[in-house]
């Protein structure tokens, strides 16, 4: 590190001036570092710690809906290496009867066909059996033939399935992997974003967990679901009020935000893919102002996060951990979509 020799001008300062100049530096580096002042709440108080947990629980969030994702993706390579496993298995098998088979009659010919055809008709008692025999024999080969043909598509189909299995089962290697790796981050925003709510007064931790929503029964509310199956979601979503937050969970004791609309549309008998991401596609999107009870909305740029619509402008929806499966305006973050299934 280079050193300078402080310019001639400034050694005639007098001490006001340098204390003016010092104490400007120390506000400047303050500003810089993010220091408060003394005499401010550490961390800017209540409201900036309430903040940190908003974001923290945002972030883990969307890592939640990216565990979910690879998740679903490993269920997926799981069920195709069984299926892969099991295809190669009876392929095998069938190889293996496939040579049996071509083994007895190879067996077979070999102890009947070792004397020229010519010869054997010359010695032979019985010209007309012997020429029958011939006839067979030559059918023999050529099925023979035909199924050793068919041994080796066999053969060859068995390697390309072989190959497959094992480049899937690596994929899900790679896919439980990303699995294990986006519940680490989960589980370090979660626990951080707890530490700073254990910071805040019972009272302000109370009041924040419990949140602006309404657990008990919503009442006064309007419009008619698109469709009997939204309808008959929404009740199920309904009967979920009060049941607590798990990331990863989708029910029916806990769930996240796409837990909870997939589990609610899986009462209807409509299946819905496991992140809020995908669930926003999976219908017709029409603009928030003519949402019907059982839409699905989906919040911020990424949506990473879901509720569905119950009327009155509110939704419902699994909020964040610590809290329970609650009502809350529709308008409680920025809406990206409404998806009607």
Known sequence: MAFHRRPAQ???????????????AAAT?????????????PDGGADATKAKVDRLHTEAERATEAYNKADERADGLRGRVSRLQDRVAKGQARINTMRGA?????????????????????????PDTYLDKSATLDRISLRQAGELTELQRAQRALAQERAEAERVLAELV???ASVARHKRSVKSKLARAQRLLNSLPAAERAAYEDGAGADGELTGLSGAAASPRA????????????RPYVWGAN?????????????AYAQAGVSLPRTSQAQRYAGRQV?????????L??????????????GDGQVVHAPHPGASVRYDPVGMMPVSSVTRV
């Not at 029910?251 to 589990?263: A, E, N, R, V």
């Not at 989906?298 to 879901?306: K, M, W």
């Open 10 to 24: 400034q050694r005639g300062l007098d001490r006001s001036t340098r204390i003016t100049v010092v104490s400007t």
């Open 29 to 41: 580096v303050a500003a810089a570092f993010g220091a408060v002042p003394a005499t401010a709440e």
């Open 102 to 126: 071509l083994g007895s009659l190879a067996g077979a010919q070999y102890r009947t066909g070792g004397i020229d055809p010519s010869l054997a008709l010359l010695l032979s008692d019985d």
């Open 174 to 176: 790679k896919a439980r």
């Open 231 to 242: 309808a008959a979601a929404l009740a199920a979503a309904r009967q979920a009020v009060g």
């Open 251 to 263: 029910g029916p004791s806990g769930f996240d935000c796409s837990g909870l609309t997939q589990w």
């Open 287 to 295: 603009p928030l102002g003519q949402a019907q009870p059982g839409d």
């Open 297 to 310: 909305v989906a919040y911020r740029d990424d949506a990473s996060h879901i509720g569905m619509y119950v």
